[in-house]
């Protein structure tokens, strides 16, 4: 399962002290061989925080649907920038 390589590839983190995108390709491939080069993509932090959206995410688009929301509810007046 996702869950299972998620864990390995965390456990072999913590046993090399490292993060996860300093992992190399092959350390990847011998937990999962479905990794393949692209991983890498995966796992930058901007990358993974865009990849993410569900209520209460990091996402862009989610913040911005939560701040609108809050905006109005509160009844807050926006300061336009000069």
């Known amino acids: ?34 990794f393949d080069k692209d991983v890498y993509e995966f796992l930058r932090v901007e990358n993974a925080i865009q990849k993410f959206c569900s209520y209460g995410s990091t996402r862009a688009e989610c913040v911005a649907s939560q701040l609108e929301y809050w905006i109005t509810k509160l009844n807050i007046n926006r300061v336009k920038a000069h």
Request: neutral net charge.
């Open 1 to 34: 399962t996702s869950h299972n390589i998620v864990g390995r590839s965390v456990a072999l983190c913590v046993s090399k002290n490292c993060q996860l995108q300093e992992l190399s390709l092959d350390e990847l491939r011998s937990i999962n061989p479905i």
